[in-house]
């Protein structure tokens, strides 16, 4: 496993912040365009409270990261942003989802047309078993785009930094792909359809170093045409990659029931040098985990 | 010797005993068959039809409903078992007590006896609904006999197909029916055909559903599905009935040839299996 993901260990969190990125200059608040905005965010599980009121901006053209422990709800709730609870019977989001102003959430409002505008890379790779230009096609495919396909295939081989390791074998197997490349393809296979934002879902950690290191170098070049949200549990990752950093943490009811709530959400700088809540500092410095 | 070392080896052999018995005996058949029926195993077996002089008699009318049984199962058992397993698996709410009632049936159902099926056949197909002692009826019976079995080998195969299949194609912004027939179904397809070949090869074997319902033993002309009819094992089930030595190895041939066509299509299946077997 790679070290880096060991988010207990103490030496890392002081390497979270070395790893911040020297300038991060952000756009003044007024100036940032929010794409989704959350207020009183909750999901529910049966009668289980798994995430409580979460208030979140998101902005546009930003790496937002959301970090924190195991079980604190970060990954529930990226998938609110693209209706993927919905897969799961018991699961009930409820709240304000709003993405450009329009409620997510609203009975008229299609969860497949919501996946078209909001792509997902999830925590394995998870290529279909097609060839490689078969899975960057699926997308443009079901959802019956027009234009050349080859085209579009190509831009988004080339949008996820892998064009040039597969351009000469498009019909191989994406099976047949190393790890890093298989989660590079399925980041080409969400950018396909032209998404405005990607959702990640700790894409790393099934990945070696040299691997994670291409995709988040991938991420910081894909926020200047995509908004990305990323979770991880890497804090170096977050430090490195992302603008805005949401940390999550886990509070434990009267029945051992956890349920996750949203600390504090600020520029990433922010929160690894200067966090204003005690949990946020406790974190990030490796006192609790 | 340490008492746990006989015991490893006492097990050992106990597990070599256990492998030879159903070894020994399914040579000792094949042998047996083989001696007695490989030497009838000819043109006259393979064209002609029945007679009552051994040296004329072949089981042509035979060969050729089974061989019809074969795709009329196939083309009724294989599709709507399929399609329940996929409405099973990946569109069924899985919380709610009539499909987990079905679920139950189903599994119930490939546990009933093959004459059962042929009881039901008989009042059901030939009696109350008077297609009669047809090949048709007979292929009926047949496929409600592996329709179980189809529908659980193709849900263990759309099972074997990760959930991160499903959920990386919604989140593209597929459907259900898109996910389910773009993704999941082709995932699934090896498994499912594996799985059908088995069940196929199941029916083609059986013959008390079929004599139940009256697959005629002397039947002179080639079937169609509106005709009387008779099958393979139908047939070896008559022959070795028949007093003349000379029709005990007719049937020993007979067996011969359902054999080799049911090892033709295991191979199929081992086939297919070994050729689009995946690692996730």
Redesign the interface.
């Known amino acids: 496993m790679n070290p880096d993901m060991d988010a207990t260990a103490a030496p890392i969190r002081v390497g979270a912040q070395q790893a911040l990125s020297a300038s991060r200059a952000l756009p003044p608040v007024e100036n940032r365009e929010v794409v989704f905005g959350i207020r009183n965010g909750s999901v529910h599980y049966g009668s289980h409270l798994a995430l409580k009121n979460v208030d979140i901006d998101i902005y546009r053209n930003f790496v937002t990261a959301f970090i924190g422990p195991s079980g604190c709800g970060k990954s529930t709730f990226l998938r609110c942003f ?1 209706r ?1 609870n919905d ?1 799961i ?1 018991s699961a009930k989001v409820s709240g304000d989802v709003h993405y450009h102003g329009e409620n997510l959430y609203a009975s008229t409002v299609d969860p ?2 919501v ?2 505008r909001i ?2 890379v ?1 925590q ?1 790779p ?5 060839s490689i230009y078969d899975n960057t096609a ?2 443009p ?3 019956g785009m027009k234009g050349n396909m080859d085209e579009r295939v190509e831009t988004a081989l080339k949008r996820a930094a892998i064009w040039d390791e597969v351009k000469d074998r498009l019909k191989v197997p994406a ?1 047949s792909l190393s790890g890093g490349q298989q989660q590079r393809l ?1 980041i080409a ?2 950018l396909a ?1 032209d998404p405005e934002v990607l959702l990640m879902d700790e894409p790393c950690s099934a990945l070696d170093p040299i691997a994670t290191a291409k995709i988040e170098e991938l991420m910081v070049e894909l926020k200047k045409e995509f908004t990305v949200i990323v979770v991880t549990h890497n804090m170096q990752q977050a430090a490195r990659v992302a603008d805005m950093t949401a940390f999550f943490s886990v509070e434990v009811g009267e029945e051992g029931l956890r349920t996750g709530v949203l600390v504090e959400y600020d520029e990433t700088t922010r929160m690894f040098t200067n966090p204003s809540d005690q949990r946020t500092e406790a974190y990030v410095t490796g006192r609790f985990g | 010797m340490t008492s746990r070392a006989f015991k490893e080896n006492a097990f050992r052999l106990y597990l070599y005993f256990s492998v030879a018995v159903g070894v020994v005996a399914l040579g000792a058949l094949l042998l047996r068959v083989l001696i007695d029926g490989f030497g009838f195993v000819d043109e006259v077996l393979l064209f002609n039809p029945p007679s009552s002089n051994p040296d004329r008699a072949g089981a042509r009318p035979a060969i050729l409903a089974t061989v019809w049984l074969l795709g009329l199962v196939f083309g009724m058992a294989v599709p709507g078992g399929i399609a329940t397993a996929l409405w099973l698996e990946e569109f069924a709410k899985k919380d709610r007590w009539y499909n987990r009632f079905l679920e139950l049936n189903i599994q119930n159902l490939a546990g009933v006896p093959s004459i059962v099926y042929g009881i039901l056949g008989l009042a059901f197909l030939v009696r109350g609904l008077g297609l009669g002692r047809v090949l048709l009826s007979g292929s009926m019976i047949l496929a409600l006999l592996v329709l179980p079995t189809v529908i659980i080998s193709s849900r263990e195969a759309l099972r074997a197909v990760p959930d991160s299949i499903r959920q990386g194609g919604l989140a593209l912004g597929a459907t259900r029916w898109q996910v389910t027939f773009r993704s999941v179904l082709p995932a699934a397809l090896p498994g499912i055909a594996t799985g059908s070949i088995l069940a196929l090869s199941r029916a083609i074997g059986e013959s008390a559903p079929l004599v139940l319902i009256g697959a005629l033993t002397y039947v002179a002309f080639d079937p169609s599905p509106l005709n009387a009819f008779t099958a393979l094992p139908v047939q070896i089930f008559q022959w070795i009935g028949q007093p003349q030595a000379e029709f005990k190895s007719l049937a020993a041939a007979a067996i011969i040839v359902l054999l080799v066509i049911l090892l033709m299509m295991n191979l199929a299946a081992i086939l297919l299996r070994n050729k689009f077997q995946r690692k996730w």
């Not at chain 1, 998870?126 to 097609?130: A, I, L, R, S």
Request: hydrophobic fraction near 40%; charge should be positive; charged fraction near 25%.
């Open positions: 693209n993927l897969l019977p497949v047309e996946r078209k792509g997902m999830f394995k998870n290529p279909f078993p097609k699926f997308g495919r079901v959802l099976l399925c296979r969400a359809t």
